[in-house]
């Protein structure tokens, strides 16, 4: 009865291991798959992580997107320099999407750090779908907030939507933190 009740613990064991000791690798493994990828940036130097959705779908026949140049200065190397590690990933439909969302929530999240969605266009549709079906999930992984539109244009985040973000980053840790709301008016600069 022991040897049978053995076997049975080291066979379930390697079913569980399996299914969850291993994952398959990801196309977004390669900084090829980003427009932007900040993980080289550790997680302590920074307060947040950004997830950013550029507005025009990425077509796999094609180079980079025209948008490239915009994302790297506005978002990457420019108005969240030293707050938040940003991750912008190519994306061409829902699928991509969810392999780039599991891979930085898989291998760069952790519970303890919020992060914050910024979707622009065709690509922050999918997101905002994603985030909606999703809500509960990713407010448990420390979604502090997202933001939104339904055009792509230079110049959607601007340094009021930096303030706004940096705010809502703010009242996530301190909901950690003291385990309340911040008091209205705290999180403004």
């Known amino acids: ?14 079913a569980v291991c399996v299914g969850g000791c291993f994952s398959l690798p990801s196309p977004y493994d390669h900084a090829e ?17 950004v997830f950013y959705v550029q507005g025009g779908l990425y077509d796999s026949r094609s180079k980079i997107p025209v948008m490239y140049a915009y994302v790297n200065s506005e978002v990457g190397k420019g108005k969240f320099s030293g707050f938040a ?5 190519l994306i061409a439909n829902e699928e991509d999407l969810r392999l780039a969302l599991d ?22 549709k999918l997101l905002q779908a ?20 339904d055009t792509a244009y230079k110049g959607f985040v601007t340094n009021e939507l930096v303030k706004e973000i940096k ?5 996530v840790m301190y909901r950690k933190c003291w385990g309340r709301d911040m008091p ?6």
């Open 103 to 124: 891979w930085y929530l898989r291998d760069h999240h952790s519970r303890r750090r919020p992060f914050v969605f910024i979707g622009e266009g065709e690509g922050g």
């Open 167 to 171: 705010a809502a980053v703010a009242r």
């Open 130 to 149: 994603y985030e909606q079906r999703n809500l509960s999930k990713m407010q448990a992984r420390g979604l502090a907030a997202s933001f939104y539109t």
């Open 184 to 189: 209205e008016g705290m999180a403004k600069e």
């Open 33 to 49: 798959n980003w427009l932007i990828r900040e993980d080289a940036i550790r997680e302590f130097a920074v307060q947040a992580d």
């Open 1 to 14: 009865m022991k040897r049978c009740s053995l076997l049975l613990f080291a066979s379930m064991a390697i």
């Open 85 to 89: 590690r940003v991750f912008a990933p």
